[in-house]
C-alpha cells in the first residue's frame, strides 16, 4: 500500500533537515487522479509543521493561490470538473532551523489552444465559466 501523502511530506522534510540537502517530491500520474489536491495537501502540511518565518507564508496563502490557479488552469473534462491542464513546479525555501522562509510557484505547459477551441463535449477553462456565473442574463 502507498504511503499517505503526509507521511511522504515529513519524510522529505526530515530528511532535508537531518542530512541538509534539498528534497523534492514529484507527483505523476495519470489524469483525474488527484495530483494537484496531493500537491496542496503537501504544501499546507509542510507549512503546517515547519511553520513559517515572520508568518509570510501561510496555509490560507497557499489555499487561496490554488483557488487562483484552479481558476485559470482547470477545465470539465469528461467526469473530472477539475482537471488541471498545466504544470508546475512548486518550491519551498527553509530557514536552517527548519522554517519555511519563502514558496515559489512556476507555472508551464498551460494548454492554450482551448481558450480559442475546446475539444468536443468538454469546456475551457473553469474562469471563463465562474465569470459568466456573476453576470445577469442579459449580460452574457
Known amino acids: 500500500m502507498s504511503p499517505h501523502i503526509f507521511a511522504v511530506a ?3 522534510y526530515w530528511g532535508m533537515l537531518a542530512q541538509r540537502q534539498d528534497q523534492a517530491i514529484v507527483a505523476l500520474g495519470r489524469s483525474n ?3 494537484t489536491t496531493a500537491c496542496q495537501n503537501i504544501l499546507e502540511y509542510l ?3 515547519a511553520g513559517s518565518v515572520d508568518n509570510r507564508v501561510k496555509v490560507e496563502k497557499i489555499q487561496a493561490m490554488f483557488t487562483v490557479l484552479r481558476a485559470f ?3 470539465s473534462a469528461g467526469p473530472n470538473r477539475a ?4 504544470s508546475m513546479v512548486l518550491a519551498l525555501d527553509f530557514s536552517a532551523s527548519g522554517h519555511v522562509t519563502a514558496a515559489h510557484l512556476q507555472t508551464m505547459l498551460l494548454e492554450r489552444a482551448r481558450v480559442a477551441q475546446q475539444p468536443e ?3 475551457t477553462f473553469n474562469v471563463f465559466s ?3 456565473a456573476g453576470l445577469g442574463l442579459d449580460q452574457r
Do not use: N
Open 73 to 75: 488552469g482547470t477545465v
Open 33 to 35: 487522479t488527484g495530483k
Open 47 to 49: 507549512v503546517a509543521t
Open 83 to 86: 482537471s488541471t491542464r498545466f
Open 130 to 132: 465562474q465569470m459568466l
Open 121 to 123: 463535449g468538454e469546456g
Open 10 to 12: 515529513q519524510r522529505a
